[in-house]
């Protein structure tokens, strides 16, 4: 094995073609342009085919890697997909944004003394490979068994449990508050990390399937969850997100031309505001723009502002930057694009002109003290180094909460104290029979494939509820 190891290992990883970034900076197309045929069969026999593959534990949906890896090597790609499609219904998606660094690339064996295995490259070429040369046929479903499941959101977990129960015979209705499905994957992502016509594919494939979908639907306003069950249904899904913004609260926080991230990226991806006046979407294209906070959102925001224009485009963040939540990727991506990073400083106020309109922030400088409850290192402020940056577009990016407009529909269903639904961590059961949640109303803000981890247990769970009872 360690004679093949060695061999195997004088092939290196093989790197994802993608734009130069003095191009994409001031476009919305995909960055990476995706592996050849030949470079995905190169990569795939990179792999060691280890005798306990650790990367199939590192996937929150335990996709059999080395088998498709495998078919990938061997030019078999169709095949491949339909092993990726027994465990995962969003290849496509999960090739592009999962946070694979941490999770099955993470554990893979050839990561230990130099480049792992590019698991999410590959997932992403046969995906690619089927949507553009495969023969359009669906999986085969089980026996119909008469019972009706309502999902409610179409964001990753919903999306998991439908496919999920689809398979196994159920009918399943997807509700949708906005007029588009996809949930996170189309308001929050941007077209050139997450083009949105994958999404659409991908959903496809599942009213392939049988699929029905309502969009327009506020469930816990248009309609409540016993109205669901009166109407027929035998189990409902909760898997609405976590898409209330978190704001500052500094003073000054209300001037015109402050956005939250949610308005903003919801603007620009949903709306398709950023080919105004094409869609009648106003967004502000700010010249001289600041984004507070360093997650995914916050990058995703600060690339979206570059790509609409501004001159000068800056992170602040009150930790440093290896407390930055983001993936070290997507980082990566935002300072090749001309992204400059404010660290160890903190927003304390903006400032605005006679309009009412944001000019300037004043900011602190801070320094590192004791770990907090997160684990990161708590930021403390510096006595005496305020300093004002100017800037005539913000975003606050710093995270989200729950969403309260179904969950307070119904006194039934327990919440914590910060508002996310409570729900057994192995099955996603409520405290209200016949109702399940997962993902992000559960959990907070979390990855897409953790989501759709949720998203499996809970439609196994809901399966055998159909089948022998609460």
Not at 178 to 200: C, M, N, Q, S, W
Request: proline fraction near 6%.
């Amino acid at each position: 094995m360690a004679e093949k190891a060695a061999k195997k290992e004088k092939t290196p990883r093989q790197p994802m073609p993608e734009q130069a970034p003095e191009v994409r900076r001031r476009n919305f197309d995909e960055v990476p342009t995706g592996y050849s045929a030949e470079t995905a069969m190169t990569e795939a026999q990179r792999c060691l085919h280890c005798k306990k593959p650790a990367c199939v534990s590192g996937c929150p949906v335990e996709i059999d890697i080395p088998s498709f890896v495998g078919l990938v090597s061997e030019g078999k790609f169709s095949e491949a997909i339909r092993k990726i499609w027994e465990k995962n219904s969003l290849p496509a998606i999960c090739g592009r944004v999962c946070p694979q660094e941490i999770q099955c690339e993470g554990e893979c064996v050839l990561g230990k003394k130099g480049e792992p295995l590019a698991i999410g490259n590959l997932e992403r070429f046969v995906a690619d490979y089927e949507r553009a040369h495969g023969s359009g046929e669906a999986l085969q479903t089980m026996e119909p068994t008469g019972k009706k499941v309502a999902v409610v959101g179409s964001g990753p977990s919903g999306l998991t449990v439908a496919s999920d129960l689809l398979l196994k015979g159920h009918e399943v209705t997807l509700f949708e508050a906005f007029h588009k499905t996809g949930g996170v994957l189309v308001y929050g992502i941007p077209e050139f990390r997450l083009p949105k016509d994958i999404v659409a594919s991908e959903i496809n494939f599942l009213e392939k399937l049988g699929l029905k979908i309502e969009c327009d639907e506020v469930v816990g306003k248009t309609v409540t969850l016993d109205e669901l069950f009166e109407e027929g249904y035998d189990a409902v899904y909760i898997g609405v997100g976590a898409g209330l913004p978190k704001f500052l609260n500094i003073p000054g926080e209300n001037l015109v031309g402050i956005y939250s991230a949610n308005e903003y990226l919801t603007r620009a991806n949903l709306m398709k505001g950023y080919r105004f006046p094409e869609y009648d979407t106003p967004l502000a294209k700010g010249k001289n723009v600041v984004v507070l906070g360093a997650g995914n959102v916050a990058m995703d925001s600060a690339r979206t502002a570059m790509r609409l224009g501004a001159d000068k485009v800056r992170i602040v963040y009150r930790r440093s930057r290896d407390e930055m939540p983001a993936r070290a990727a997507e980082i990566h991506h935002a300072e090749e694009e001309g992204i400059e990073m404010y660290l160890l400083t903190n927003p304390t106020k903006f400032i605005g002109d006679e309009n009412g309109r944001v000019t300037s922030m004043e900011c602190i400088q801070m320094e590192l003290g004791e770990p907090d409850e997160s684990g990161r290192r708590r930021p403390v402020p510096i006595e005496g180094s305020e300093f004002i940056l100017d800037c005539d577009l913000a975003v606050v990016a710093v995270g989200a909460g729950a969403n309260p407009v179904l969950t307070q529909s119904d006194p039934e269903i327990a919440l914590t104290k910060r508002g996310y639904i409570i729900a057994d961590e192995e099955t996603g059961k409520t405290t209200k029979p016949g109702v399940w949640a997962g993902g992000d109303i559960v959990t907070g803000q979390a990855t897409v494939i953790l989501a759709m981890g949720a998203g499996r247990a809970a439609a196994d769970s809901i399966h055998k509820y159909l089948t022998w009872g609460w």
